[in-house]
């Protein structure tokens, strides 16, 4: 499997969010808080139980990011470093946990969800003034509007 888009630096990745993690979530304030409170209590909890707990609390803790490692393996199958990439998941979710919440922080400057890269002569129909795209072969209501297709 080979990728056809390229994000060789972590700042690649972290625009890619920021263009299209707000636009997912619908631009909900309420949205945003669950996605963030969600992805602290599955992955960033059990971490700092770990670290910082003592007795029942920490062993809880360690099992539960074990179980995450654990869960993560079949989908790194391929990676030599399987085992450290499913240890790192808490690490990752931290990440992507900041680029959402950049990509909210984009959105309320005005700069969220700018997909201009995309309005190029492959598609018919670019409005950069509201960020609509028709896509070329699909039907007239299949918009990408602010990264996410609408029907």
């Known amino acids: 499997m080979h990728s056809i888009r390229a994000y060789p630096s972590i700042d690649d990745i972290r625009r890619m969010v920021s263009r299209t993690a707000y636009a997912q979530l619908r631009y909900s304030p309420l949205l945003l808080a669950g996605t963030v409170l969600g992805l602290a209590v599955t992955y960033i909890a059990p971490v700092a139980l770990a670290v910082f707990a003592t007795g029942m609390a920490q062993f809880l803790g360690i099992f539960t990011w074990l179980l995450m490692a654990f869960a993560f393996k079949p989908d790194t199958a391929v990676l030599p470093a399987d085992r450290a990439v499913g240890l790192a998941l808490p690490a990752i979710a931290a990440i992507y946990m900041a680029f959402t919440l950049d990509s ?46 609408a029907y």
């Not at 309005?119 to 795209?133: L, Q, S, W, Y």
């Open 104 to 149: 909210a922080y984009q959105h309320a400057r005005g700069r969220g969800g700018m997909w201009k890269a995309a309005c190029k002569p492959t598609f018919r129909n670019c409005d950069e003034r509201c960020g609509r795209i028709t896509i070329g072969q699909g039907s007239p209501e299949r918009k990408f509007s602010g990264g996410v297709l």
